[in-house]
């Protein structure tokens, strides 16, 4: 008997909603998203990246000065794919517009489950914040997610020199474990960037409501950390380059480094 093959084309969640305080003055009057290396938003690298995966509903949450960042969409008719432009109408850019409608960001969680009635059952999420040029959203990682029992996937990375004690471990079976810090365990960062099931976002395991209509604010790592318990996260660690762009200093040092291609 012929089996269907399992859908990769899922939609994404970039978190663009956070005020960026140690990027100031910068982000006084530009969103973190999109402050630019080598000449394009970082917000862009990933949307690029993405399309080029074959995403076509990109999901963007936003507060401070999110109106900028649907105007950068706005104005921006294509997406930079496959070495040539590729048409923004196959492409669907939907907003979640957390500043307009509560006042403030509701943080990673709280973003989350409001934006969640436009991801459907599997998503990516990632920060649109950090610089990973090589990364691949792979349709074939996306396959064997969904083919798993796993909750959430995550791709950890080499702790960098601002969080030298780590997230999470991970053990040779793949899977993502919560260790406390201070045990001489061997623990990783998360690099931000992971596949999602709905499932995760709602009971047991989360107790805000999809949509989040009250606006509650939450953090991710608890959650994460309880299924890891329960041994429903799975990880990998990717070794290409990544960069969280949380300073000025940081920013001004990729924008020193040769160009990607």
């Not at 993502?176 to 061997?186: S, V």
Request: charged share 15%; proline share 9%; glycine share 8%.
């Amino acid at each position: 008997m012929q089996t269907s093959p399992i859908p990769t084309n899922i939609p994404a969640l970039v978190l663009a909603a956070g005020r960026g305080e140690r990027m100031r003055p910068l982000t006084d009057t530009t969103p973190k998203p999109l402050l630019t290396v080598h000449g394009k938003p970082l917000l862009q690298w990933h949307a690029d990246a993405l399309v080029r995966s074959g995403v076509t509903r990109l999901v963007i949450n936003t507060a401070w000065l999110g109106e900028k960042i649907q105007s950068h969409f706005d104005l921006q008719p294509l997406f930079y794919v496959h070495g040539q432009l590729s048409n923004k109408e196959h492409v669907e850019v939907i907003y979640s517009h957390e500043g307009l409608d509560f006042g403030e960001a509701l943080e990673t969680l709280g973003g989350i489950a409001r934006a969640l009635p436009q991801l459907g059952d599997v998503f990516w999420v990632l920060a649109g914040d950090v610089f990973t040029p090589g990364f691949e959203f792979s349709p074939e990682a996306v396959q064997r997610f969904i083919a798993s029992d796993k909750l959430a996937h995550l791709w950890l990375v080499p702790n960098p020199e601002h969080n030298l004690t780590g997230d999470f471990g991970l053990d040779v079976a793949g899977l993502a474990l919560n260790l406390p810090k201070d045990a001489g365990h061997t623990l990783h960062t998360y690099s931000t960037i992971g596949l999602y099931r709905r499932a995760l976002f709602e009971a047991p395991w989360c107790d805000i409501p999809p949509g989040n209509p009250q606006g509650i604010k939450a953090p991710l790592a608890p959650l994460l950390r309880s299924a890891m318990d329960n041994q429903r996260i799975s990880a990998e660690l990717y070794t290409g380059d990544w960069t969280d762009v949380g300073t000025p200093q940081r920013l001004a040092q990729l924008n020193s480094t040769p160009n990607p291609p």
